[in-house]
Structures are given as structure tokens and as C-alpha cells.
């Protein structure tokens, strides 16, 4: 524990109760107060390690007018610990005015790493985790959400949305039209009983959810292929100067000429020459 009074970041787990980290479990125990999203759900995880330091109850509705108390607390000398109901605060769940002020103020913030439930679900995803944009909850209303996810048509990172049982199939219905037929990976219930992690394109996917009543319930993330870039196709006079360079040249000095000629990718030409030509 710092000598500094200190807001701690704390996350929580997202289903497994044994998926809270050591370096968790020791700042809970030794904070003077637990500033929490539901302070009942969170009386379950301190029960369960018996810890009981107080709670106070944090979250969307008050968390504008409480954060200045809780900042007057830190200041008096006591250490705070903020969690949500899972997974690490502020990804998606209440925190961020808190931690807005306590940085305004100069008041110290420390972050624990732990469980979350986009980077669980994208981990298992099978899709391009080198980039990826995490967008939370669509919008409720059907405008809102198609309007959302039209913004995101051009997108070529792998996108990540958290989304409830009674959304969730006319989500991937709007997915399957506007973003159009791209692999949809569904997580969910992630690290409880009855987890499940299964992917199709979208229309295909729909299928799957309609067969079984029990794969619309629980906490669940999509992950959703990017857009295919268009740089990442070839020209078609790329691939036109391509062919009549092949025909006198070997494949590799052919490549070379022709990726200087357009400026495109040396190894993408190359490997179409050898799937082509």
C-alpha cells in the first residue's frame, strides 16, 4: 500500500470467482473503503474472501455528485478501492468521472491489471487481435445501433461489443445487413458453467441462436471480423502489368518491377504470381 492515500483501480472476476488476482485480493483487504457499482454484488466476492472493510455505493446515477466525497475521503488520509459489478472498472461500467477528478485534482490513481471481458472473449476469438477498436454497448434503440454500426462499415480493425441476452439477436441481424456477411464470434457467460465461444458468418450465426433458446442467455461479447481493406486487393492493372512481366522475367524480379510500377505491395504481388501464374 502506498504512503501516498491512493484510488485504486480494482478489477474484479467476470464470472469464476477464483480468477481475482493476489495483488486484488491484498489491496481490498487493506484499503479503508471499497467504492463499488452494486455494493450487494460485491458484498458476495468480500464474503467469499472474508474481507470487511466498508463499501459505498458507487455507480451511474450518483457517481457525478459522490466523487467529490469520496476525493474528501483520500484526502483525509484514507485509501479507496474502486470496483464494478465484474471485470475492471471503467470498460464500460461506472468510474470514469472519479477518476476524471481524482486526476484533476492531483489525487493518486493506481490500476491493478485483471479480468476483462472483451480482451477474455478476443483472446479466444480466432480473429486479428493485432488491432481492434472496442466499441462497449451498441445503442438500445434500433436507429441508434444501425446508425453505429453503419459508421463502422469501413472499419478494418477487429470490432468487440458487449451485448445483453434480449439484444442480442437483432444485433447480429444488423450486423449480417449492414456490416454484411463477416465472421461473428459469440463469447459468452465467459469463465462460468456453462461458457461457450462459437463463430459463424453472421446469417449463419442467427441460425445457431435460433436452434437452442438457451444460447440467448447470459453476459455475452461479440467480436466481429474488420472490413477488409481495399489496399489489401491488388489493382487490376497491377495484376495486367504483373502477367506480361512474368511472361520474360522470373516471378520474383517481375514482382519487384511491377510493385515499383504501381506502388503496391512486393510480397502481395509475389504471392498472387504464385497462386495465378
Known amino acids: 500500500m502506498n504512503d501516498i492515500p491512493t484510488l ?5 472476476p467476470i464470472g469464476n470467482l ?46 457525478q455528485q459522490k466523487a467529490e466525497v469520496l476525493i474528501g475521503r483520500i484526502r483525509e488520509g484514507k485509501n479507496i478501492a474502486l470496483v464494478s459489478d465484474a471485470g475492471t472498472p471503467l470498460i464500460s461500467d461506472p468510474g470514469y468521472h472519479l477518476v476524471t477528478r481524482c486526476r484533476e485534482a492531483g489525487v493518486k490513481v493506481v490500476p491493478l491489471p485483471g479480468p476483462c471481458a472483451a480482451i477474455t472473449a478476443l483472446s479466444a476469438a480466432g480473429l486479428p487481435t493485432d488491432r481492434f477498436a ?3 454497448f451498441l ?28 439484444r442480442v439477436t437483432d444485433t447480429i441481424e444488423a450486423i449480417a445487413r449492414i456490416l454484411g456477411e463477416r465472421q461473428v464470434v459469440l463469447a459468452r457467460e465467459l469463465t462460468k458453467t456453462f461458457e461457450s465461444i462459437h463463430g459463424l458468418p453472421a446469417s449463419e450465426l442467427l ?29 487490376a492493372e497491377a495484376i495486367r502489368t ?9 516471378l520474383k524480379k517481375a514482382a519487384a518491377l511491377c510493385a515499383e510500377i504501381h506502388d503496391v505491395k512486393k510480397n502481395a504481388l509475389y504471392k498472387y504470381g504464385l497462386e495465378h501464374f
Open 8 to 12: 485504486y483501480i480494482v478489477p474484479t
Open 18 to 63: 477464483a480468477d481475482i488476482t493476489q495483488r486484488a485480493l491484498d489491496t481490498l483487504r487493506r484499503v479503508d473503503l471499497i467504492a463499488a457499482e452494486d455494493t450487494r454484488h460485491t458484498g458476495i466476492l468480500l464474503a467469499h474472501y472474508q474481507i470487511s472493510v466498508p463499501t459505498f455505493a458507487l455507480h451511474d446515477h450518483n457517481e
Open 134 to 136: 472496442f466499441e462497449g
Open 139 to 166: 445503442p438500445a434503440k434500433a436507429k441508434g445501433r444501425d446508425d453505429k454500426l453503419q459508421a463502422l462499415v469501413d472499419e478494418p480493425r477487429t470490432l468487440v461489443f458487449y451485448e445483453s441476452p434480449r
Open 207 to 235: 441460425t445457431w441462436l435460433a436452434e437452442d433458446d438457451n444460447r440467448v442467455k447470459g453476459e455475452m461479447v461479440l467480436v466481429v471480423a474488420g472490413a477488409r481493406k481495399e489496399s489489401d486487393d491488388l489493382p
Open 242 to 250: 504483373l502477367g506480361l512481366l512474368v511472361a520474360e522475367l522470373p
